[in-house]
């Protein structure tokens, strides 16, 4: 069975793996920043979802519509191919959502989650620009829209970075293939709101940019609403944290990673 294209990083005296989930539009090149700090202490699997990166050719056997459900078994089905029945999860922006999937689907395959950059849930003016992408995708080419959209959700000079990435690796995205992943905007806001009333089953931690206008209310409320989520923000950063602060983000998940993965040992895991 072909199964998506991935990069690893294994050392033999690491035991634990980070499964990196990248939000949509990107790839794995979204955590190069991460790489170098992380593989020191654990083994790393870094996915191209399907139509991302080298998966841009990987397709869904029988299939013409895309769910955010499909898009969490594709990541199950390599973790199978490769032997990894547990493991920490990493999401940046949309990625967080395919993890809640993936939770759903096979909750004992999650040691913990490090969520940046979260999209718990969408206020009504993302909302409405989500809808408008959809209305203008058909009138705008796509990667013209993709970039009007990151300017809007990236704004600031100190995100330039991340959002030169993402407009770059978008660029790559097959036209059809955009597409179909803007197909998954229609089941979006039912998702958000059912998984806004449900915790995350393993400990968690949240980052957050202080300037990400788009998604910070919601990850507020959703640690006050399940305050054991471990919410934690950045000041002067917007959306994607792990770029844009990257030091600072490794910092702290790393921190939170190693302390559970201690936890784990002291208990007998």
């Given at each position: 069975m072909k199964t998506l294209s991935y990069e690893i990083f294994t050392r033999p005296e690491n035991s634990d793996w980070i499964i990196f989930i990248h939000g949509a539009g990107g790839s794995s090149k979204t955590f190069g920043r991460q790489v170098a700090a992380?593989?020191?202490?654990?083994?790393?699997?870094l996915p191209d979802l399907q139509d991302h990166g080298n998966s841009k050719d990987f397709k869904t056997p029988g299939d013409d519509k895309l769910s955010f459900t499909q898009v969490a078994t594709n990541v199950l089905d390599l973790l199978d191919e490769l032997g990894i029945s547990e493991a920490h999860f990493l999401?940046?922006?949309?990625?967080?959502?395919?993890?809640?999937?993936?939770?759903?689907?096979?909750?004992?395959?999650?040691?913990?989650?490090?969520?940046?950059?979260?999209?718990?849930?969408?206020?009504?003016?993302?909302?409405?620009?989500?809808?408008?992408?959809?209305?203008?995708?058909?009138i705008i080419p796509y990667h013209k829209l993709y970039q009007m959209v990151a300017w809007i959700l990236m704004p600031y000079e100190n995100h330039k970075v991340a959002r030169r990435l993402f407009i770059r690796e978008a660029k790559n995205i097959r036209e059809e293939a955009f597409k179909l992943w803007l197909g998954l905007l229609a089941e979006l806001?039912?998702?958000?709101?059912?998984?806004?009333?449900?915790?995350?089953?393993?400990?968690?931690?949240?980052?957050?940019?202080?300037?990400?206008?788009?998604?910070?209310?919601?990850?507020?409320?959703?640690?006050?609403?399940?305050?054991?989520?471990?919410?934690?923000?950045?000041?002067?950063?917007?959306?994607?944290c792990n770029i844009e602060q990257a030091e600072e983000f490794n910092r702290r998940t790393l921190s939170f990673l190693l302390k559970e993965v201690s936890l784990k040992k002291q208990a007998g895991f």
């Open positions: 992380f593989r020191k202490y654990f083994n790393l699997l999401g940046i922006s949309m990625g967080s959502l395919i993890i809640r999937e993936i939770e759903q689907i096979r909750p004992g395959i999650i040691k913990s989650v490090v969520i940046g950059g979260g999209i718990m849930n969408l206020n009504r003016r993302t909302h409405l620009l989500f809808k408008a992408g959809v209305f203008l995708s058909d806001k039912s998702k958000l709101d059912l998984y806004f009333n449900i915790p995350v089953g393993k400990p968690t931690l949240m980052i957050m940019g202080g300037q990400d206008f788009a998604f910070l209310k919601h990850s507020i409320r959703y640690s006050e609403k399940f305050p054991f989520i471990n919410l934690q923000i950045l000041p002067r950063c917007g959306h994607v």
